[in-house]
């Protein structure tokens, strides 16, 4: 059974950092996808990150720059670095995987797109004050 378990969400100012973690357990698939999401309240989930098995990553326009994602293998733990916050950036943040494929479709905004992963974490809230 994959679970895929979120932490390092909190609350900073504008301009601050996070670093959010998510320990995946029983995901063992040699091809894979991981990625980060967030929905804010009243919007769509929005692809923020992704990284393939040979390492290769996609940004969300909005992020490029300022998030970086990353895969500890012996860990399989998937990391998003967050710098320079802005207060739109405030939202549920979520881990996800996909179903053993390396490919994912990419969303309107430059991201992966939510319907590429089929394994999902339960969230870690991001709050960004100006």
């Known amino acids: 059974q994959v679970q895929l378990l979120e932490s390092g969400g909190g609350s900073v100012q504008s301009g601050g950092s996070l670093r959010l973690s998510c320990a995946a357990s029983g995901y063992t698939y040699s091809r894979y996808c991981m990625g980060w999401f967030r929905q804010a309240p009243g919007k769509e989930r929005e692809g923020v990150a992704a990284i393939d098995s040979d390492g290769s990553t996609t940004y969300a326009d909005s992020v490029k720059g300022r998030f970086t994602i990353s895969h500890e293998n012996p860990k399989n733990t998937l990391y998003l670095q967050m710098n320079s916050l802005k207060p739109e950036d405030t939202a549920m943040y979520y881990c996800?995987?996909?179903?053993?494929?390396?490919?994912?479709?990419?969303?309107?905004?430059?991201?992966?797109?939510?319907?590429?992963?089929?394994?999902w974490g339960q969230g870690t809230q991001v709050t960004v004050s100006s």
């Open positions: 996800a995987a996909s179903y053993g494929s390396s490919w994912y479709a990419l969303g309107s905004r430059g991201g992966p797109h939510p319907a590429s992963f089929g394994y």
